[in-house]
């Protein structure tokens, strides 16, 4: 008994790892899958985003219905992540505020219709970096969820106006 036990220790870890990988492509087929059917993507510009102002009288924010037909779609906007994260860890950027033009926010903090909260898809091979800063234009892709989103979402529980779940972003340019 003993015997077998040591000559399959070392199959232990590699078939972890294997089962692990397997999980994490199956996940990231669902996720495929989930995309492909919600349909294409549609370009998603700040300047819709700034229509939106806030109801005194509700305690909400006022979509436009052309921002409301785009809510849990999946969207894409090009756009800059501000370089201080939201999350407690300096260097996490998997959440992240995206704005329009970063030297607006050097004086101020944007304003509620000035930037979405970005929650990155894990990615398989993440390495132990997490998820860092990308200087630059970017390309985000992703579910859009107004404020008022029934489900869980860490940007709206925030208190952000809009969010972008499941986020894939391209740092090598825009859309």
Do not use: C
């Not at 077998?4 to 999980?23: D, E, I």
């Not at 849990?72 to 407690?88: C, F, T």
């Not at 970096?129 to 200087?135: A, R, V």
Request: hydrophobic fraction near 45%; glycine fraction near 10%.
């Amino acid at each position: 008994m003993v015997k077998s036990a040591r000559t399959l220790a070392p199959l232990v870890l590699p078939l972890l790892l294997l089962l692990g990988v397997g999980l994490l492509i199956g996940v990231h087929r669902q996720r495929e899958a989930a995309r492909q059917a919600a349909g294409p993507e549609a370009v998603l510009e700040f300047r819709l985003l700034l229509g939106t102002k806030f109801d005194d009288a509700t305690k909400r924010p006022v979509f436009s219905e052309a921002l409301r037909r785009l809510d849990g779609k999946p969207v894409v906007i090009a756009g800059y992540m501000l370089s201080s994260p939201v999350s407690e860890d300096a260097k996490d950027f998997r959440g992240f505020r995206l704005v329009e033009n970063p030297q607006g926010m050097l004086m101020r903090p944007p304003a509620a219709n000035e930037a979405i909260y970005v929650e990155q898809a894990a990615r398989s091979g993440q390495g132990a970096d997490g998820f860092p800063h990308q200087p630059g234009s970017l390309s985000v892709r992703g579910i859009l969820r107004l404020a008022g989103y029934p489900g869980p979402n860490r940007g709206l529980e925030k208190g952000y106006w809009f969010a972008i779940e499941e986020a894939e972003i391209d740092p090598l340019g825009a859309p």
